[in-house]
């Protein structure tokens, strides 16, 4: 041990003397979004390695406990000419040379310490210390000096950078101290150094149409001394050279500051999908540096497909058939009460069959699942009820325009949560085993889990449904969708229930049953539904049966509780019994043909609203009529367990 122990030491020690690291400046909060915040670290000699450093940020207040937040490994970067490493997001100017997220550094009073180590020696929560730190800052924003993280660190002075939203930023002078003034990123605080000239990537627009031509500007701080020669990159991930033409390698003239391109982006005939560009700097050299850098643009695929069913606004019936293995179903089968409950929970909720996926994976699943009907590049928004694009998901704090993940039993009401592996999309493959206890899975169980607008997600919040009854305006056909993701997950875990009214404060119960039995039966299931169960049965390996069956409903919860369960027949068999609606279009009254028994006759709006019922006999006189304005409905046809929707057209 000794022979490895002590080359190791001498190795620290020698950086130790010959290349000091300290922190520069910080920036800890910024006005509007606080997205430009940064950290910048100095070596006392340029282009400095920083392998085996580490920053580590602590978290001062009365829950972070002086403790670990976030950590940032350092190996693989080195400093700059002038010794400089700028951390931040890819909104600060000029761009960082280390990218961290937008609005992760914390206001204070907290601290940033440089450490020798790697991020393995400072896992979330690890209280603030001493051993092998190099240096350290404990800051605030006005507020009271945090004297026991003071002294986990060995630091004799907290520096208020300001109060909140400030445009201060905290600067180390050449003799250790700190002064508050206007940032400086990367720039030497005393004005020494190299000065850069930073350039400046710029588009008209941020979104373009295949076959559109548009210019991108690169424009210097300062006027060149003499002509610069660069190259930048538009590839990323599919899109690649033969999506476009045109120029990436440019030259700025001497004594001018600026040059344009022309990119043309090529008009194929393949469903690439929307894909996003991202401009990217290939090789600036000293004194020019990227401004910003990795600025994305959007080019808009019109080669989409429209798939054959309608949208939940828009629905067909019948199109989409279930992919249910043969017998799926069947050991339901005379059952009734708790004991239909248990078997149905059997199968959704079989440890050896049934699959469980990260919480990242259903962005993918809802991509698929959640796709426009009428545009295959957009996810459809519940709630808002149109379409947004799929590039659009939300990864900032800002949710304005993007979508994201609906809980329709929100996490707070049922007590699931998110772990860290639940981070990663790890794909189909790959999967936890899951079981009817296993309660956590509800938070990335997609059959209750749609695509959402953001700022409508954060509206509805944690309210029940009841409570919660959608935007003004919109037509109401998410509300059956949302109703059989509630009942689905009450039947797959245990732990949750769906019960009368609004239980605050009671976890695992969700409300209110006569609305979501309301909402069950006047909207019906239709192929955009049974479109995305087929699609999260190819994920998770179950299915939500209130879509498969939709009667089952009924005795669980409904006017059936204590009757015994018979499989019915598919839409598909009762199709072809031959029953038939006639004429059709009509003006004001229709015929049903090929009944065996007594039937219930609805006729419903295409939003699925009951609006008129009827019971008929089976004969070939059997007719509703009705004074309906012109346009299209929904006749549903209920006879012995058997079930047909039909469209109607009123002239």
Known sequence: MKHVFYPVMLFFAFQLSFGQVVINELDCDTPGVDDKEFVELKSDTPNFSLDGYVVVFFNGSDSGNDSSYMTIDLDGYQTDVNGLLLIGSNTVEPFPQLLIGANVIQNGADAVAVYLGSDFDFPEGTLATQTNLIDALVYDTTDADDTELMALLGVSEQINEGSGNNTNSIQRNNDGSYTVAAPTPRALNDGSGVVFNPITISTSQTQYDEGDMFNIVFTAQENVTADYEFTFSLLNGGFDMSDYVGDTTLTILNGQNSVTTTITLIDDDLDEGDEEIVISFSDLEVPYIAMNNHVVIRAVDDDYTVADFGTPISPTYGVVESTQPAGYYDSLDGLGDDDLKQALQNII?????????????????????????????????????????????????????????????????????????????????????????????????????????????????????????????????????????????????????????????????????????????????????????????????????????????????????????????????????????????????????????????????????????????PNRSSNVSFDLPSGMYLVKIESDKKRVVKKLIVE
């Open 349 to 617: 909720a079989n440890p050896a069959v049934v699959r469980a996926q990260t919480y990242a994976d259903c962005v993918d699943i809802l991509k698929q699942a959640d796709q426009n009907p009428e545009n295959s590049n957009q996810v459809w928004l519940v709630y808002l009820e149109q379409g947004r694009a799929k590039l659009d998901f939300q990864t900032t704090s800002n949710n304005v325009g993007t979508w994201n993940r609906e809980h329709t039993f929100p996490r707070s009401r049922a007590g699931y949560f998110s772990i860290e592996e639940d981070e990663i999309a790890d794909g189909i493959n790959v999967y936890w085993e899951t079981k009817a206890d296993s309660l956590r899975h509800g938070n990335s169980d997609a059959h209750a889990l749609r695509a959402v607008d953001g700022p409508e997600n954060s509206s509805r919040g944690n309210q029940f449904y009841g409570e919660y009854n959608g935007p003004t305006g919109t037509l109401g056909g998410f509300k059956g969708d949302v109703a059989r993701g509630v009942f689905y997950l009450a039947v797959r875990y245990n732990g949750l229930e769906i019960v009368n009214g609004f239980p605050d404060g009671m976890v695992g119960q969700f409300g209110d049953l006569a609305t979501l039995l309301n909402w069950h039966r006047n909207d019906p299931p239709d192929d955009f539904e049974m479109n995305r169960n087929n699609i999260v049965y190819n994920w998770q390996f179950n299915r939500n049966p209130f879509i498969d069956q939709p009667d089952l409903v009924e005795y669980i919860w409904g006017d059936m509780i204590g009757e015994n369960w018979e499989q019915p027949l598919s839409v598909t068999e009762s199709q072809l019994n031959g029953i038939s609606i006639f004429p059709n279009p009509s003006k004001n009254q229709i015929f049903i043909n090929g009944l065996e028994e007594k039937a219930d006759i609805s006729i419903l709006t295409i939003q699925g609203k009951e609006i008129i019922t009827s019971v008929v006999q």
